[in-house]
């Protein structure tokens, strides 16, 4: 995705280094984003009174939080005074092409363009866009920056992100996009509006994490398969370990529901096998296990086999029979 220019640069279509975004070697093509759901696009326009410095959006899929993000941007900067938004004037032409000189986008392929043409660490990629939050936007709208699966930053770079949302910007307003707001830091949502998509269905969980999710499912049932599966090297990473997590989050709400209309997820109907006791043990460890992920010493297959056995109770000890 294409980044804008920093104060100083010579063309909107380059990152804040000034290296042109469109250039960067293995980038994917970018898909058409879905359209922005009425209601949602409805929400955004009554927070253009008064916008957030911090917007968080969970839910939906990823495509869902990138488009109603990029409406957000279009809102606050459109130039057509009968109606923001449009789709029609330059600056939301631009921030459709990604070409708009106050938009930011921060994502996998920035830390990986900042490394591999600059050497620069994350948290060094962070600090470069520190001297452009710290000036007025170009036009007359607000400079938007928006982090694409802020779940997946590193916790050195979150907590940077923190320190800078802690003080007033401005003219600039952040976005953070996640599946869930509990997967972000608990302080970043603090200082954060918070809108709900709607949410996707729950019967399909993110790539990769469902096939372990059902692997670990059936670990709870049978006992069997899990601990073969966490024990090659580099089998399950950060970024994975949070989408199975995602996973059996929706699940267990789906499960506390008791819709009982057949329309349950196929993990919601395997979750409720567990009982009351058990949903609610498995909300708490899932609790304990996003906590753990946010450390950044902490192995995520370590996390995902506590998480493996910590759901499965206890035999209570066995009573001594009086003499």
Same mark, same amino acid.
């Given at each position: 995705?294409?980044?804008?220019?920093?104060?100083?640069?010579?063309?909107?279509?380059?990152?804040?280094?000034?290296?042109?975004?469109?250039?960067?070697?293995?980038?994917?093509?970018?898909?058409?984003?879905?359209?922005?759901?009425?209601?949602?696009?409805?929400?955004?326009?009554?927070?253009?009174?008064?916008?957030?410095? +911090? =917007?968080?959006?969970?839910?939906?899929? !990823? *495509?869902?939080?990138? $488009? &109603?993000?990029?409406?957000w %941007?279009? @809102?606050?900067?459109?130039?057509?005074?009968?109606?923001?938004?449009?789709?029609?004037?330059?600056?939301?032409?631009?921030?459709?092409?990604?070409?708009?000189?106050?938009?930011?986008?921060?994502?996998?392929?920035?830390?990986?363009?900042?490394?591999?043409?600059?050497?620069?660490?994350?948290?060094?990629?962070?600090?470069?866009?520190?001297?452009?939050?710290?000036?007025?936007?170009?036009?007359?709208?607000?400079?938007?920056?928006?982090?694409?699966?802020?779940?997946?930053?590193?916790?050195?770079?979150?907590?940077?992100?923190?320190?800078?949302?802690?003080e007033?910007?401005?003219?600039?307003?952040?976005?953070?996009?996640?599946?869930?707001?509990?997967?972000?830091?608990?302080?970043?949502?603090?200082?954060?509006?918070?809108? +709900? =998509?709607?949410?996707?269905?729950?019967? !399909? *969980?993110?790539p990769? $994490? &469902?096939?372990?999710?059902? %692997?670990? @499912?059936?670990?709870?049932?049978?006992?069997?398969?899990?601990?073969?599966?966490?024990?090659s090297?580099?089998?399950?990473?950060?970024g994975?370990?949070?989408?199975?997590?995602?996973?059996?989050?929706?699940g267990?709400?789906?499960?506390?529901?008791?819709?009982?209309?057949?329309?349950?997820?196929?993990?919601?109907?395997?979750?409720?096998?567990?009982?009351?006791?058990?949903?609610?043990?498995?909300?708490?460890?899932?609790?304990?296990?996003?906590?753990?992920?946010?450390?950044?010493?902490?192995?995520?297959?370590?996390v995902?086999?506590?998480?493996?056995?910590?759901?499965?109770?206890?035999?209570?000890p066995?009573?001594k029979?009086?003499?």
């Open positions: 995705m294409q980044k804008t220019a920093a104060p100083g640069t010579a063309s909107p279509a380059k990152t804040p280094s000034g290296k042109g975004a469109q250039t960067a070697p293995d980038r994917p093509p970018r898909t058409p984003l879905p359209a922005v759901a009425g209601q949602v696009r409805e929400r955004l326009r009554a927070l253009c009174a008064r916008p957030p410095q +911090t =917007l968080c959006m969970e839910g939906g899929t !990823a *495509p869902d939080r990138e $488009a &109603a993000a990029m409406a %941007a279009k @809102l606050l900067n459109c130039v057509d005074p009968a109606e923001k938004g449009c789709g029609q004037c330059s600056a939301c032409r631009q921030i459709d092409e990604r070409a708009f000189r106050d938009l930011i986008v921060v994502d996998k392929a920035y830390f990986e363009e900042a490394k591999q043409q600059e050497s620069l660490s994350g948290t060094d990629a962070m600090r470069r866009l520190l001297p452009v939050w710290g000036q007025p936007p170009h036009g007359a709208g607000s400079r938007v920056t928006i982090f694409i699966e802020a779940q997946d930053l590193h916790p050195a770079v979150a907590n940077l992100l923190l320190k800078t949302l802690e007033p910007r401005p003219g600039n307003v952040f976005v953070l996009l996640t599946p869930q707001r509990e997967r972000l830091l608990q302080t970043l949502v603090s200082r954060s509006f918070v809108l +709900t =998509l709607p949410w996707p269905r729950p019967d !399909a *969980p993110e990769g $994490a &469902a096939e372990w999710i059902d %692997a670990l @499912l059936t670990f709870w049932d049978t006992g069997q398969g899990w601990f073969e599966r966490t024990g090297k580099g089998a399950a990473d950060r994975l370990a949070l989408r199975i997590l995602s996973g059996l989050s929706q267990l709400a789906c499960a506390l529901a008791q819709r009982g209309d057949g329309q349950e997820s196929p993990v919601a109907r395997r979750l409720a096998r567990l009982g009351p006791a058990g949903l609610r043990r498995l909300d708490l460890v899932l609790a304990q296990a996003q906590e753990a992920l946010t450390m950044p010493t902490a192995p995520a297959a370590l995902l086999d506590w998480l493996a056995t910590a759901v499965i109770p206890k035999p209570a066995a009573q029979r009086p003499r």
